[in-house]
């Protein structure tokens, strides 16, 4: 199977900075798209920002100008560069991807954990 892991969330102050990482292991073949989502509480989950094989973007409206979603393929690792936090980005950020893995002939839809992201004064 495929595992996501995400890093990188923490505390910061509105107008700050945070980058978060996604890193894919298993057996894979390969990666098709990969997303950040992310929850608040009480809220349901939105699509953040999504990339695929080709590096073509999609920002929800609320990100947009100021997260910035990237993807190395080399290391199976996706990023979120998220710029000018306010407190309403505050959420569990998850990391999401269609994926090979090896053996298989289709594609495969995996869930990171999540990493808490808050913004708060």
């Known amino acids: 199977q495929v595992q996501l892991v995400e890093s990188g969330g923490g505390l910061v102050q509105p107008g700050g900075s945070l980058r978060l990482s996604c890193a894919a292991s298993?057996?894979?073949?390969?990666?098709?798209?990969m997303g950040w989502y992310r929850q608040a509480p009480g809220k349901q989950r939105e699509r953040v920002a999504v990339i695929n094989s080709g590096g073509r973007t999609n920002y929800a409206d609320s990100v947009m100008g100021r997260f910035t979603v990237s993807r190395d393929s080399a290391k199976n690792t996706m990023y979120l560069q998220m710029n000018s936090l306010k407190p309403q980005d505050t959420a569990v950020y998850y990391c999401?991807?269609?994926?090979?893995?090896?053996?298989?002939?289709?594609?495969?839809?995996?869930w990171g954990q999540g990493t808490q992201v808050t913004v708060s004064s």
């Open positions: 999401w991807t269609t994926a090979r893995p090896v053996g298989a002939t289709f594609l495969l839809a995996y």
């Open positions: 298993g057996t894979i073949f390969s990666i098709a798209d």
